[in-house]
């Protein structure tokens, strides 16, 4: 058996992490990069050493995962969200039940929030982040940013929720209590359900089709009916009939 596919069969069982659900090319480049730069010859010493070793499983983790995220990410889509998307969700409810999955180190779940509070009072604003990461979630819960992260973040919204410390942003509490994190992994956990948005950006593009195929539909499954999936700006879904969507706006689909 191929180093690589032993490996995988060990780290799903050790973690419940699935990594045949990643592209192979990617996810081996960005594997032998780790073990090689640690020492190890091959897959086999690097998972007797990864059995070992937290720290290092924790570190094999952390490269596995995604953690590359920023404020108000391709800041169109958040325009459209905050202008058309909401207003029409909240007609239809005042009481907006959201979803922020693989939410990374959570600039996703506060955006949410902070365009959001256009809306409505941040104590009304309760935003599900979840992530497979517990680093990338612990980062998130402390809430402190550097400052390229803030880029896109408007002037109004940087002055009023952040607090510039030396190089970084640290956010303000009121803008934290608004999301509630939990470690989450899309291809193997169950979904809550009856989301009126679920947001999940710039992730799906690591996923094999078939794991893409199951999470969309997961996703959909999770939606209540008239409910809005917002996707990554690389992410278009070419079949979202297949799934029970319809497009609502580019990059925005609509439970039917």
């Not at 989301?195 to 539909?217: G, H, P, S, W």
Request: hydrophobic share 35%.
């Amino acid at each position: 058996m191929p180093d690589y596919i032993k490996f995988v069969e060990s780290i799903k069982h050790k973690t419940g992490i699935d990594l045949a659900a990643y592209k192979e090319a990617q996810m081996k480049r960005r594997l032998t990069s780790l073990y090689e730069k640690k020492g190890y010859k091959n897959f086999v010493e690097f998972y007797n050493a990864l059995d070992q070793d937290r720290d290092l499983l924790n570190e094999f983790l952390d490269r596995m995962t995604i953690n590359v995220s920023e404020f108000y990410r391709n800041g169109k889509r958040w325009e459209i969200l905050q202008h058309k998307i909401f207003p029409k969700l909240l007609a239809e409810n005042k009481r907006l039940k959201i979803w922020s999955a693989a939410c990374s180190t959570g600039e996703e779940p506060y955006t949410t929030a902070m365009v959001l509070s256009n809306y409505l009072p941040l104590s009304q604003i309760s935003v599900h982040a979840t992530d497979l990461d517990e680093n990338a979630i612990q980062r998130a819960k402390v809430g402190i940013y550097p400052e390229r992260s803030l880029a896109e973040v408007p002037n109004e919204m940087k002055t009023k929720y952040f607090e510039k410390q030396g190089q970084f942003y640290k956010m303000e509490d009121v803008i934290k209590n608004t999301a509630n994190f939990k470690k989450h992994n899309l291809l193997k956990d169950t979904y809550d359900k009856n989301y009126d948005l679920i947001i999940c950006r710039n992730v799906m593009i690591y996923f094999t089709e078939e794991a893409k195929d199951q999470i969309y539909q997961n996703f959909s499954n999770s939606l209540r009916s008239g409910g809005i999936l917002f996707v990554g700006s690389t992410e278009q879904i070419f079949n979202p009939g297949k799934f029970g969507f319809e497009i609502e706006d580019t990059f925005f689909y609509r439970k039917k």
